[in-house]
């Protein structure tokens, strides 16, 4: 069974490719580079610093960038940059990072999407061996992170709404991609978990509250999955949990087109950081990737503008 092939056309529609998905140039050194990004650069240099595998993602945001603007550089720097994470990885799927499972889902879930983007582009066959050398390491992993071995880890997360969708994206892709029926029982599982956690106003909870920032990227994953599972595949409650999500979401703007942060568990009132040490405030690029996910799926221009106000563009 394969990946709906609406997913592609979304991801890089006029509006994403505008808002989203700007420019990127490659670095001029990247074929000598080992493809390292962020903080693992500096591990590689020195073993003692804590390193996440899940920061070799934003290698799937330059492959996206690089299809939605054709430039081939571009996309194989942000498969280098995958491929660096994969290398990390032990022969059972598993990383030696610090929180590997959520890490190792992050790297899961954009590697298969960036594959099935790759897929359905005009560079399908430029980046076919790149393509093919990641698949193996990419079932390996989400094979583990289906394994009764990790039941507790993924169980222990049951307070993060969002990473329910985060597994369920991860695993229903790369499912679709290897045409893997043991994959699919347990996306099917996190999808329908994290509809059982939605609030009955519609948010995705977070810490046993609401979140305006990880609402959204809640919604970013399950409408991924929406787009590239078949519709038979599909339970009803899904869109109508979707629907209800986004109705909440859009409650959350502000008449100036502010993302409303009161109430919220984990964003935007300084109770967190993120690994680089940063307050996390709200994601603005990730909220409006949502909104304009849910513009093209729907066929409704005004969650476009809505995004545009957002962005201040």
């Known amino acids: 069974?394969?990946?709906?092939?609406?997913?592609?056309?979304?991801?890089?529609?006029?509006?994403?490719?505008?808002?989203?998905?700007?420019?990127?140039?490659?670095?001029?050194?990247?074929?000598?580079?080992?493809?390292?990004?962020?903080?693992?650069?500096?591990?590689?240099?020195?073993?003692?610093?804590?390193?996440?595998?899940?920061?070799?993602?934003?290698?799937?945001?330059?492959?996206?960038?690089?299809?939605?603007?054709?430039?081939?550089?571009?996309?194989?720097?942000?498969?280098?940059?995958?491929?660096?994470?994969?290398?990390?990885?032990?022969?059972?799927?598993?990383?030696?990072?610090?929180?590997?499972?959520?890490?190792?889902?992050?790297?899961?879930?954009?590697?298969?999407?960036?594959?099935?983007?790759?897929?359905?582009?005009?560079?399908?066959?430029?980046?076919?061996?790149?393509?093919?050398?990641?698949?193996?390491?990419?079932?390996?992993?989400?094979?583990?992170?289906?394994?009764?071995?990790?039941?507790?880890?993924a169980e222990k997360q049951r307070i993060y709404t969002h990473r329910r969708f985060l597994l369920g994206s991860a695993l229903m892709q790369t499912a679709l991609i290897h045409d893997n029926k043991l994959l699919r029982q347990p996306a099917e599982y996190f999808i329908q978990d994290g509809i059982r956690m939605q609030r009955k106003d519609g948010a995705f909870l977070e810490k046993g509250g609401h979140d305006s920032s990880y609402h959204a990227v809640a919604m970013i994953y399950f409408q991924r999955i929406l787009l590239v599972t078949p519709k038979e595949w599909q339970a009803d409650t899904w869109k109508a949990s979707l629907d209800q999500g986004l109705r909440w979401m859009v409650g959350r703007v502000k008449e100036n087109g502010e993302v409303e942060v009161k109430g919220n568990t984990r964003t935007g009132l300084g109770q967190e950081k993120g690994r680089t040490g940063r307050l996390k405030g709200v994601n603005l690029p990730e909220f409006a990737t949502a909104l304009l996910y849910y513009a093209y799926r729907s066929n409704d221009s005004h969650y476009e503008a809505l995004a545009r106000k957002m962005l201040g563009k």
């Not at 942000?78 to 889902?105: I, N, P, R, V, Y």
């Not at 879930?109 to 050398?133: G, M, N, W, Y």
Request: net charge negative; charged share 20%.
């Open 1 to 153: 069974m394969k990946a709906e092939s609406l997913d592609a056309a979304c991801d890089l529609s006029p509006a994403m490719t505008e808002l989203i998905h700007t420019p990127r140039r490659a670095p001029a050194d990247w074929k000598e580079r080992s493809g390292a990004v962020f903080l693992n650069q500096q591990w590689e240099k020195d073993c003692n610093v804590r390193w996440y595998v899940e920061l070799q993602r934003d290698g799937g945001r330059w492959v996206q960038a690089g299809l939605a603007h054709r430039n081939e550089e571009t996309i194989a720097w942000g498969l280098k940059q995958l491929q660096w994470g994969f290398q990390q990885m032990a022969e059972d799927g598993s990383f030696a990072c610090d929180d590997a499972f959520h890490s190792a889902t992050f790297l899961v879930e954009t590697t298969a999407h960036s594959i099935l983007l790759i897929e359905a582009s005009p560079f399908a066959k430029t980046f076919q061996t790149q393509v093919a050398e990641l698949k193996n390491p990419l079932l390996r992993c989400a094979l583990w992170m289906a394994s009764s071995l990790n039941f507790s880890a």
